[in-house]
Nanobody, 114 residues
Framework: QLQASGGGLVQPGGSLSLSCAAS????????MGWYRQAPGKQRELVARITSSGSTNYAETAKGRFTISRDNAKSTVYLQMNSLKPEDTAVYYCHSMTPTYFNYWGQGTLVTVSS
């Protein structure tokens, strides 16, 4: 189970931090990620962090967002800075096992608006 939290309303240029707490999985061996889906659009990758700590980001997130993980707490984070209205979306936590089984969280809404 993946439980995402931290979404909300923020003004353009502001910051927000998302958290995703995992349970029932062997967190440390799974790759973790954040995806988002804006109204009328497909779900897209925002950032991913492997079990070894390697990261990759969507072009739209590079330089503004930072993904990190705490294996001791079975939690993955997404720090979002310099937020833009186009970052408005439901953000989903994702976990993939070494055998490519996927888990999804319930999503948390991020709204960037003045």
């Amino acid at each position: 189970q993946l439980q995402a939290s931290g979404g909300g309303l923020v003004q353009p240029g502001g910051s927000l931090s998302l958290s995703c707490a995992a349970s029932g999985i062997i967190f440390s061996i799974n790759d973790m990620g954040w995806y988002r889906q804006a109204p009328g659009k497909q779900r897209e990758l925002v950032a991913r962090i492997t079990s070894s700590g390697s990261t990759n980001y969507a072009e739209t997130a590079k330089g503004r967002f930072t993904i990190s993980r705490d294996n001791a707490k079975s939690t993955v984070y997404l720090q979002m800075n310099s937020l833009k209205p186009e970052d408005t979306a439901v953000y989903y936590c994702h976990s993939m096992t070494p055998t490519y089984f996927n888990y999804w969280g319930q999503g948390t809404l991020v709204t960037v608006s003045s």
